[in-house]
């Protein structure tokens, strides 16, 4: 990972303020920075992610563990006792079921997940499960708060993302109270986005695209 005081060199002087006299490191540069964690996760939610295993309550709505923030995928059932991979689970669209699939009866082993964008941190499975079973789930964790930063801190995104985060500061620096660079700060944010892959509206606003499957 980067350390937050290279990336914040970078952006203070993309700012033509290699000094920091008009931005603050710690009121205004790092601010950002880890401001753009944040925002890019909501973009890229596989930015930062964990597999975990979670047990089933019974039937087909399902939650990840408390404190994750989306679902992102359901890779397979897990042996209740061995911990052994067990049947693959495949993404499944809700159409594509028959009516009444939710009261047949419920099994061991989950073939299909469906997931909804709009409720991120629950899921269903087919057919239903028995309580007590095993799913591994990878989602998306948020990030702790930076606190004190230090020569040594790490940016809590991998380096991959170092040009959109700087891109963000950057955006955040030429737009602040009403400057004259307004535009520039804009075309900042236009890198950012396409870094991210994502298109923004004419607003300039955060629009992802979200495919939501019938229910």
Known sequence: MTKMVDLAALVSKGLGDPSNVSFDLEEDIYPWLAEADKTILNFRPDANTTSTVITTVAGSKQSIPEG????IDVPCNIHPSSGAELRDVTLKPRGELSPGWRTIAQVDIVENYMFDDRNPTEFEVFPPVAVGRKLRVVTCVGFEDYGTISDSTESQLDQVYDPAKIEWALYRGFTRDN??????GYDHLRNFYQLLGVKANRDLEASPKREHQDK
């Open 179 to 184: 400057s004259p660079n307004r535009a520039r």
């Open 68 to 71: 994750h923030i989306r679902l």
